[in-house]
């Protein structure tokens, strides 16, 4: 299975917590492919994807954010109508569950890179691939 | 074997206790009559003379002091005997308004020492103790009053004071510290501490703390025994009565001791002044009969708490009260509900989250608000939002549970709210803002 990792990282709804939060991200020299941020009135989830995890684990973990490493699957959907449909269409039949999605910053003409995490990863790793639906790996996803 | 400080008096039968107390409350209304005109006057509006009081049985006819009357009588309104006999003043934190002044003689701080090493004894602690006193030093009685007791006793003393808990922890460790005397809040956030720098109670001595001056939840006690690795006893006391030490909790830690040979107890209904009997919840009111330049006749503490003469395992005969439900001040009335932090505290834990909370009342289109934020455990943290806000419901539901009324509950980052290294604020009522 070609998972991928996801830093989630509770973020409080306080004025300047975020910019902190990427300031201390980006002094380290990490780069961010790709981010989404649940909210809700009190407090945020930000979610992203980076070029060094194990650097970044360990940065999190030294100036005390409340993080957790989340295995989410990356997919490499065509860049045409119907692409995203047709994904979950599979994910759908499988019984399989989408929690949330979100897409990289496009890189590759004519692909629209989406990280999904799902309920059920087996099924949806066996689902995707029976429908020769191609998978991010770890390299693609982080960039190295 | 149970060890007592003071055997003949911890141990002494129903009959001699109340005979004790008779002679002394006798002796005192005098006292107090003939050299405190404040309480002179109480006495004379209420048509009671010192003549009225000749024992314990006479107590209820005697007027009540409150804290507006030590107030009204700051500074020295209320010192019994000429200041040149003072050796020491202590002072509440004034946070509710106009400081107290508590005067001492040399014969006060010795008896107020002896109340601080039953509490020692009672928790094990003996001469071959090292005993690490974090309660503030200064105005605040803890730190003394422990310090005094911890002397007694022959423990090797650790004035610590409080704050910078790194060096508590390197002391504790370099000097083999056995028994630890601070607030529940600042234990808990020892304890927090030693985990940070990725130590177990394993790697140090602690064996008992003696943990006042704070309302603390038997959750809260369970959490700070088990992230220190001893056994955390009560010990009660103010200001106004000497200090810690008025009670204190034996190895049964079924509520606490009081030393009835230097404070009378009673429990009044708040609203009438009526005395309750045994084994009712009402007001705790002391009447110190030793004091000689402070003696408080009748003071209302505002705690609320329960009296019981169950015989205890312990050997000992003094009275004991239960750990106070809080300060009738601390209560909230919250859309008409009374409402303690200690209730709140305890869901908390028992949902298994920190003592680390923080309420905060306010009023909205004239209806009261009541918002709880809590510290989340790392494990506790869930990538999905609706793990999270299920998180949040579920607490609120306990917490209307407890308390009848619904609370918003915010779950916030660990160790976003602020620590307390004394006594921690964990109530913030907004709507005196609008009165």
Same mark, same amino acid.
Do not use: W
């Given at each position: 299975m070609e998972t991928i990792k996801q830093f989630s990282i509770f973020v409080e709804n306080k004025q300047g917590k975020m910019a902190e939060l990427t300031r201390l991200i980006a002094d380290a020299g990490i780069d961010l492919r790709t981010l989404s941020l649940a909210d809700t009135r009190d407090f945020g989830i930000l979610r992203i994807i980076v070029n060094k995890p194990a650097e970044t684990e360990a940065l999190l973990r030294e100036n005390g954010w409340t993080f957790k490493i989340t295995s989410v699957i990356g997919v490499k959907v @065509?860049?045409? @109508?119907g692409g995203v449909a047709t994904v979950l269409k599979a994910l759908n039949e499988a019984n399989v569950n989408v929690e949330y999605m979100y897409a990289f910053?496009?890189?590759? @003409?004519?692909r629209a890179d989406t990280v999904i995490c799902v309920d059920d990863e087996e099924a949806a790793f066996s689902i995707l691939r029976s429908k020769n639906i191609d998978l991010l790996t770890e390299a693609e996803a982080y960039d190295i | 074997m149970e060890k007592y400080w003071q055997a003949d008096i911890e141990t002494m039968s129903r009959e001699d206790m109340k005979a004790l107390q008779s002679e002394r409350l006798v002796k005192q209304v005098r006292h107090v009559y003939d050299n405190v005109p404040y309480y002179r006057d109480l006495m004379d509006k209420k048509g009671?003379? #010192?003549? +009225?009081?000749? !024992?314990? +049985?006479?107590?209820?006819?005697l007027p009540f002091l409150s804290k507006a009357d030590l107030r009204e009588a700051? %500074?020295? *309104?209320?010192?019994?005997? #000429?200041? /040149? +006999?003072?050796v020491r003043i202590h002072s509440t934190s004034?946070?509710?308004?106009r400081r107290v002044v508590a005067f001492y003689t040399q014969n006060d701080v010795d008896l107020w020492e002896d109340c601080c090493a039953r509490a020692i004894t009672a928790a *094990?602690?003996?001469?071959d103790d090292v005993c690490q006193v974090a309660y503030g030093y200064g105005l605040f009685t803890g730190g003394f009053g422990l310090n005094g007791g911890s002397h007694k006793v022959g423990c090797l003393t650790l004035?610590? !004071? !409080?704050?910078n808990t790194e060096r508590q922890i390197q002391f504790m460790r370099d000097l083999g510290a056995t028994i630890l005397c601070c607030t529940p809040s600042y234990a808990a956030y020892i304890g927090e501490t030693l985990h940070d720098m990725?130590?177990? %109670?394993?790697d140090i001595q602690l064996k008992a703390g003696i943990f006042g001056a704070e309302p603390w939840t038997e959750e809260m006690r369970r959490s700070i025994e088990q992230s220190l690795g001893i056994k955390a006893y009560d010990i009660y006391g103010l200001t106004e009565s000497?200090?810690? *030490?008025?009670a204190f909790e034996c190895c049964e830690q079924t509520g606490m001791h009081i030393n009835e040979d230097h404070f009378i107890p009673e429990i009044i209904d708040?609203?009438?002044?009526e005395v309750l009997p045994e084994g009712t919840v009402g007001e705790l009111v002391f009447t110190s009969i030793?004091?000689?330049a402070f003696p408080l006749l009748r003071? =209302?503490?505002r705690d609320l708490c329960v009296l019981s003469r169950k015989k205890c395992s312990c050997g000992r005969t003094l009275i004991k009260m239960a750990k106070? /439900?809080?300060r009738s001040d601390d209560m909230m009335i919250i859309r008409g509900v009374n409402v303690f932090p200690s209730q709140i505290e305890t869901v908390l834990i028992e949902q298994g989250y920190s003592p680390n909370y923080l309420i905060e009342v306010d009023r909205k289109n004239n209806s009261d608000t009541l918002d709880i934020s809590v510290e989340m455990n790392?494990?506790?943290? !869930? +990538?999905?939002v609706k793990d999270l806000q299920e998180k949040e419901r579920s607490l609120a539901g306990a917490i209307k549970t407890m308390l009848g009324i619904s609370p918003k509950v915010h779950l916030v980052a660990p160790k976003t709210i602020t620590r307390s290294e004394? /006594?921690?604020? =964990?109530?913030?009522? /907004? =709507?005196k803002l609008h009165d």
């Open positions: @065509p860049d045409c @109508p910053v496009n890189r590759t @003409p004519g | 009671v003379t #010192p003549d +009225d009081i000749q !024992s314990v +049985d006479d107590l209820h006819k700051y %500074p020295t *309104g209320m010192l019994a005997v #000429p200041m /040149k +006999d003072c004034g946070t509710t308004g *094990g602690g003996t001469a004035p610590m !004071s !409080s704050g990725g130590l177990t %109670p394993d000497s200090g810690p *030490g008025v708040p609203e009438t002044g030793t004091k000689e003071y =209302r503490t106070p /439900k809080g790392p494990e506790q943290f !869930s +990538d999905k004394g /006594k921690a604020v =964990r109530v913030i009522d /907004k =709507r």
